[in-house]
Each structure stands twice: as structure tokens, then as C-alpha cells.
């Protein structure tokens, strides 16, 4: 475990430096100087230069890069440029919004795969799995911002009545961020609902005709422990695997969503600082939500760990172990003669 | 209508009347497309004894199991015959009588142990669940209880092995688990279908020793299935033997084997690897089992038959017992063949 944990460490540490040299090179790349923008149209080039010896920007690109990432592990990435103020500050302030918008919309996908799943993979191809899947392939097609128009206008709320509230600096509870948030992340849950209920769905069907689950009906297992004790914990691996793929997605979705009902959150932050060149505050945001997803992904690998023993990678024989790849398909009953 | 053979079992010298607790008579199962995978098969398992089933793969001795157990998979089912077990006709019954019976009277067990248990769970719990669904045994009853017929079925150190996963045990555990979660509640029938195919030599023979045991001790009847006569020749006490859907040939283990009437069986015999035919190639039936499944109207064997006579191909041959309890459907076999009377 402990050797386990290391590569993980390693290859965590690997992927977020790549994400960083990666948005600093985009950065160094595209065409716009902050410090031109921050002088203001009207500046002379010498305001110019001093606005950049000032912000470091007047550097060699790898020195700029290192003294950034050296900022961001003593955890002051700095200041922002378009607003002068720490980049920590914002973000503290932005994040929530964002974040809790994010995780409501995800657990919103699982509360209503799951039954959704369960639900249509009981008769495959029936009634009830036909209207089940076409109804989330709509919702799939229907891009989320434009499902969070039609469910404003549905639920008769105004963008004011979102985000409205929260602009003003009243203090809000934890009950009412719930409100707040629930339609925006309606908006995002049902757009990703669809891959998450059909992964579900297939595995479930594909499982059910497994060798164990005949075992478990020769045993006399009724329909429901079958489905529940056997068949459900077999689908958790594939399901758990693209709900984390889907995370990323869902955070990069609520960043959209937050500008149709006018949230305070890190997407309108992104926006602006990116129209600013803001580049300490763009880079933040954008490892905040690498760090973010490299975690849920050792989430998911814990997860998974956990239910399936196959891929518990065990010190003294994990070399036996690591063949075996468990995927839904493995399972498959194989020829039978 | 085919001979009746539910006296197979009347040579058995001694006692002479036992009771018969599976009778299959006439059954047939057909796919959803009206394939005949099972086509006519009737034949008699007695209290305790040892019924093997045997023919090459396709012959339909799974699906015979799986009906017997009520385990066909969807779209597969029995339209005519019956299944009688303990005087009740298994085919008749709704899915929460066959659940009831399934896991306490008739124990199954499979061929390939790895997928045919859960990968998720531990062995020990697997076992346990038989008792859970039929018992009201609380966890510690059930725990003494599923460590008690681990070591009846010879696995080491249950304690430890029972928590333990199926792909962390060795082919031979894994069906011995199997066998255990089959046996645990004192079932009168054990269906298993090929359970040593997938070993080697050596488990293999511990697993018919350990079927063996079972048996004698426990009182209950095995249905053997498997395509290798030789291990049928350890264990069983009569052979069925199937082709193509039908039985072939009946008998006593030593008649069948001994004294083989049908040219299928013979073809079978003369393929198994013994130690006085090494270095010989073994004798193997040319073709296969046909895969057309639609009703027969003559021998389904004359097509590679090497003995085969036209009326093979025009009739179909009707069971007929040539000895007492041993029956053969056969034109030929009377003519040429010593049935050793
Ligand atoms: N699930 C299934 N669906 C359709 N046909 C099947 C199925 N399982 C087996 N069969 C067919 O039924 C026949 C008998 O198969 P089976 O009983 O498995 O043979 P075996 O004697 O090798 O156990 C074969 O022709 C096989 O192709
Ligand atoms: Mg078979």
C-alpha cells in the first residue's frame, strides 16, 4: 500500500506540473501584454516597461515560470493583476460557488443514475428502459445552458433570484446556497445524465447473465438479492470509473452555467482574468481544478480498491494481481461447452 | 414413443426396490428459434446413486442440468416431458417453489469456478449465503456451520481461506467452495455439471474422490456430467450416455463401459488415453455433433457413423433394453456386438 501510494504520489505530482508548464506556455503564447493593459491605451512604452519590470514580466521565461511555481507551493501565487489584490483572496471567494455547484450537480447524477439504471435494466428493451433512454439522450443533447434557460422559465426564477442574492453581500446560509444552486445544477446533472445512467444500465443487463449470477440463482438467491448483492456491486467498478470521468466535465460545466444565472464563481473570474492577461490568477484557477481532478481520480482508484479485491495491488504479490483487469466485459461468461 | 427406461436401474442386484428421487421423462427443450437442444431424454437417478452423463460437448447435458435445476437461460425452456424430483414435477412449479428447493434439496455445481462465483465477495460469505436464504440461523451459527463443511470438503485452514477472494484461491479450492456452498444444507441431489474438467490429473482425482465421499457418506445422489468416460468410470454407478439430444445408450457403469452396444459409446472408449495405448494416436470420432437442431427422423449419429447400415439413416432407433437395466438405441446392436450374456 505504502509503495502503492508513493507511485500515485509520483504520478500526481508529474500530471499537475505538466497541467502548469503546459498553461504557461499557452499563456507565453497568445498575443496580448498585461502590462499595456493595465497602463491603459494611452501609455507611454517606458510606463510600459516599468509595469512589467514591476510584474517580473520583463524576465526569461523560465524564470518567470519558477518563481510562479514557487509561489503557488508556498501557496502565494501572488497578485492578481487585473485586480490587484492576492489571487488567494479571490479565489477563497469565487471557489465555493463553483465547487459547490459542481459537487451538487454530481451528486445529483448519482442520486438519479442509480435507480435510473436499476430501473431500466430490469426489462431490457421494455417500455420503461425505452423512455428511460430516450429521455436522457435528450437531456444529453440539449447543451446545459440552454437547459438552465428552460428551467428557469419553467420554475418561473430570474437570473436576479440566483445570483442576484448573492452579489448583494448578504450572508447566506447553507439552506440557501442549496436553493440557490439547485436549478443551475439541475441544469449541469441533466446534461451529464445520460452516459452515466447508460453505463450503469449495460452493465447491469451484461452482468446479469454472468456465470455467478447463475450460481447465485442455483443457490436459490431471490430477483432482488441477486440484483442488489451480486449484480449492482459488479456494475460499481465501470460506474464509479465514468463518474469520475464526468467530474471534469461537470466542473467545466458549471463554469458556463454560472454565467446564465449570473454566479459569482470561478468561471466568471476565469473569464475576466483571462480578458486581462491576468496570468497568476488564470493559472491558479486552472491548477486548483487539475489538483481537483487528479484527487477525485485517487478517489475513484480507493473507490474501486475498495470493491473490487482484483485490483488491490498487494506488496507481496502484486505482480499476479495487477493482470487481472476487471472491466465489465471480463467478467463475460466464456464459451460454454 | 420411445421405450421406457425408468427400470434402468432394477439390476442392482440386492436392494431392489429404491426410490427413485429425479425422473426425467421425455423431455425436451427448445430454444425460442425451435431449436431441439435437449430432444428426448428420459432416464432415472436413485436415492444415492451416481448417474453420469456423458457425450461430446454439444450433446446437451448442460442444458439437461440446467433444466433439472431450473437454471435455462432466458429464452430456452422445456415444451414437453417432465421432471419429476421427489414426486414433484420441477417443471410445473412456480419460481419461489424452485427457489426454495434450489440451494437446499438440489445442490449445482459448475464447471468453471472463477466466473461461477463472485469476484466481489468473499468465499466464506458466498458459502454462508446458502444459509442465509434458507435458514434462520444467526451469524455466528452460520459462520461455525460454513467453516464446519469448508473442512468436509477438505479446504485447508478454513479460518483464514474463508476470507479469502475466489482469484486468490487455486482451481482446485475454488471448486471445492463450490461444492461446499452445494452441499451445506444437506441437498438429496447434486447436479455437477463437468466440476473437474477445468483441472489437472491430480485435482482432478481428488475432486471425484472427494464427490465420492460425499456420496457415501451424506446419502446423496449425484448427477455427474462430464464428456470424459474415464472419469466416469471412477465415480459413477450408471452412465447415460447422451448424443445429439437423445440418449444413446443406459446402463450400469460396468455394462456401459464394459460391454458398450451402441457404436457411439465404443467410438467414445477408443478415445480415451490409457497407459497401454501410449504412444498410439488416439482413436477420434471423425466430425462433430451436427448443429442443426431441427426434430429428428432417423439415427442422429448415422451421418458419422462408421458402421451405419441405410436403415440407420431412415429410422430413428428406439431404446431397447439388451440386457436387464442396460438399454441402447442401436439398430446394430444385436447383431454383431457380444453383450456378454
Ligand atoms: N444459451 C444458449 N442459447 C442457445 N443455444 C444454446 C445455449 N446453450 C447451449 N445451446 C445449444 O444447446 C446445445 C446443447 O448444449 P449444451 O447442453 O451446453 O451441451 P453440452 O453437452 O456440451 O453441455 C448445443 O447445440 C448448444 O449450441
Ligand atoms: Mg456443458
Known amino acids: ?337 | 414413443m420411445r421405450a421406457q427406461c425408468e427400470g434402468g436401474t432394477r439390476n442392482n442386484g440386492e436392494n431392489m426396490k429404491q426410490n427413485m428421487l429425479l425422473q426425467i421423462e421425455h423431455l425436451k427443450v427448445q430454444s425460442f428459434t425451435g431449436a431441439e437442444l435437449v430432444r428426448d431424454v428420459s432416464f432415472t437417478v436413485a436415492d444415492g446413486e451416481i448417474v453420469g452423463l456423458v457425450g461430446e460437448s454439444g450433446c446437451g447435458k448442460s442444458i439437461t442440468a440446467l433444466t433439472v435445476a431450473g437454471l435455462l437461460p432466458e429464452g430456452i425452456r422445456p415444451t414437453r416431458g417432465r421432471v419429476v424430483f421427489d414426486h414433484v414435477d420441477m417443471v410445473t412449479l412456480s419460481r419461489q417453489e424452485r427457489r426454495a428447493l434450489n440451494g437446499s434439496r438440489i445442490g449445482m455445481v459448475f464447471q468453471d469456478a472463477l466466473t461461477a462465483l463472485n469476484p466481489l465477495l468473499p468465499v466464506g460469505h458466498q458459502i454462508g449465503e446458502v444459509l442465509k436464504i434458507h435458514t434462520d440461523m444467526n451469524r455466528i451459527e452460520r459462520r461455525k456451520r460454513v467453516l464446519e463443511v469448508m473442512s468436509a470438503v477438505d479446504l485447508p485452514n478454513p479460518e483464514e481461506l474463508s476470507r479469502r477472494y475466489p482469484h486468490e484461491l487455486s482451481g482446485g479450492q475454488r471448486q471445492r467452495v463450490l461444492i461446499a456452498m452445494a452441499v451445506i444444507n444437506n441437498p438429496s441431489l447434486l447436479i455437477a455439471d463437468e466440476p473437474t474438467t477445468a483441472l489437472d490429473s491430480v485435482v482432478q482425482g481428488q475432486i471425484l474422490a472427494l464427490l465420492k465421499d460425499i456420496n457415501s457418506k451424506e446419502q446423496v445422489s449425484i448427477l455427474f456430467i462430464s464428456h470424459d468416460l474415464s472419469t466416469v468410470r471412477r465415480l459413477c454407478d450408471r452412465v447415460v450416455v447422451l448424443y445429439a439430444g437423445i440418449p444413446a445408450e443406459i446402463g450400469t457403469t460396468a455394462q456401459v463401459l464394459a460391454r458398450p452396444a451402441h457404436v457411439y459409446t465404443e467410438l467414445l472408449l477408443a478415445a480415451i488415453p490409457t497407459p497401454d495405448k501410449r504412444g498410439q494416436t488416439l482413436a477420434q470420432i471423425p466430425g462433430q455433433v451436427a448443429d442443426d437442431r431441427g426434430p429428428v427422423t432417423f439415427c442422429p449419429f448415422a451421418p458419422r457413423c462408421p458402421k451405419a447400415i441405410s436403415r440407420c439413416r431412415k429410422e430413428l432407433p428406439e431404446l431397447r433394453e439388451v440386457e436387464p437395466g442396460h438399454w441402447v438405441a442401436c439398430f446394430l446392436a444385436e447383431g454383431g456386438y457380444d453383450l456378454g450374456t
Open chain 1, 1 to 337: 500500500m505504502a509503495a502503492y501510494l508513493l507511485r500515485k504520489l509520483r504520478d500526481t505530482i508529474f500530471t499537475l506540473l505538466l497541467v502548469s508548464v503546459i498553461v504557461f506556455i499557452i499563456f507565453a503564447l497568445i498575443p496580448g501584454n498585461p502590462a499595456r493593459i493595465i497602463a491603459g491605451v494611452n501609455a507611454t512604452p517606458e510606463k510600459v516597461a516599468f509595469i512589467e519590470a514591476e510584474l517580473g514580466l520583463d524576465q526569461p521565461l523560465p524564470i518567470r515560470f519558477i518563481n510562479y511555481l514557487g509561489g503557488l507551493l508556498t501557496g502565494n501565487p501572488g497578485q492578481s493583476l487585473r485586480f490587484n489584490v492576492p489571487v488567494t483572496d479571490l479565489i477563497v471567494d469565487a471557489a465555493p460557488i463553483t465547487l459547490g455547484l459542481a459537487f451538487y450537480a454530481f451528486f445529483m447524477v448519482i442520486l438519479l443514475a442509480i435507480p435510473l439504471g436499476l430501473i431500466a435494466s430490469r426489462r431490457p428493451g421494455g417500455v420503461v428502459d425505452t423512455v428511460i433512454h430516450v429521455v436522457t439522450e435528450t437531456t444529453l443533447a440539449i447543451p446545459p445552458f440552454f437547459m438552465a434557460i428552460v428551467l428557469m422559465l419553467l420554475f418561473r426564477v430570474t437570473q436576479a433570484d440566483v445570483g442576484g442574492s448573492l452579489s448583494s453581500g448578504e450572508i447566506l446560509t447553507f439552506g440557501d446556497h442549496l436553493k440557490m444552486l439547485t436549478l443551475p445544477a439541475l441544469a449541469i446533472a441533466l446534461s451529464r445524465l445520460a452516459m452515466v445512467v447508460e453505463f450503469l444500465r449495460d452493465a447491469l443487463v451484461e452482468e446479469s447473465h454472468t456465470d455467478y449470477v447463475r450460481t447465485a440463482k442455483g443457490k436459490g438467491a431471490s430477483r432482488m438479492r441477486i440484483r442488489m448483492v451480486h449484480v449492482l456491486r459488479n456494475c460499481l467498478v465501470p460506474t464509479i470509473t465514468a463518474l469520475g470521468l464526468i467530474l471534469a466535465e461537470i466542473i467545466g460545466g458549471s463554469i458556463i452555467i454560472e454565467q446564465v444565472f449570473l454566479l459569482p464563481g470561478l468561471g466568471r473570474l476565469l473569464f475576466t482574468a483571462v480578458e486581462a492577461r491576468d496570468f497568476p490568477l488564470v493559472q491558479t484557477i486552472i491548477m486548483l481544478i487539475a489538483v481537483l481532478v487528479v484527487l477525485v481520480n485517487f478517489v475513484v482508484d480507493l473507490l474501486n480498491q475498495f470493491i473490487d479485491p482484483r485490483l488491490r495491488v498487494v506488496q507481496s504479490h502484486s505482480r499476479r494481481h495487477r493482470k487481472y483487469q476487471p472491466t465489465v466485459a471480463a467478467a463475460k461468461k466464456k464459451g460454454n461447452s
